[in-house]
Nanobody, 129 residues
Framework: VQLQASGGGLVQAGDSLRLSCAAS????????MAWFRQAPGKGRTFVAA????????FYTGSVEGRFTISRDNRKNTLYLQMNSLKPEDTAVYYC???????????????????????WGQGTQVTVSS
């Protein structure tokens, strides 16, 4: 599967952005999907994940209540709605896919970068104070 992330930009603290990740090449609903981010000078970290059906979602604590991950399997697209953005949300955001074949994992598994075999190119989000 090929992944193309978009929707990043420069915003002010408190603003909102919606990231999109368009998938192509395989049946989108076969994949668990996730967003990770990499801040300047830091490693890549988990942001949010969603299972193949959209019935299960998982968030890192710092974004819970502000960010919402969703997917449209008819449009082969993953989304990340980001509200109440903070300067510490500044990072390159990556979408990722795991060929779960519509299977399920223990919740903790979705947070692990090593689960995801496919990665998009990243989109920059910059939040000014």
């Amino acid at each position: 599967v090929q992944l193309q992330a978009s929707g990043g930009g420069l915003v002010q603290a408190g603003d909102s952005l919606r990231l999109s990740c368009a998938a192509s090449g395989r049946t989108f609903s076969d994949y668990a999907m996730a967003w990770f981010r990499q801040a300047p000078g830091k490693g890549r970290t988990f942001v949010a994940a969603i299972n193949w059906s959209g019935g299960g979602t998982f968030y890192t604590g710092s974004v819970e209540g502000r960010f919402t991950i969703s997917r449209d399997n008819r449009k082969n697209t993953l989304y990340l709605q980001m509200n109440s953005l903070k300067p510490e949300d500044t990072a390159v955001y990556y979408c990722a896919a795991d060929d779960s074949a519509q299977g399920s994992y223990a919740s903790s598994t979705y947070y692990q970068e090593r689960l995801y075999e496919y990665w998009g190119q990243g989109t920059q989000v910059t939040v000014s104070s």
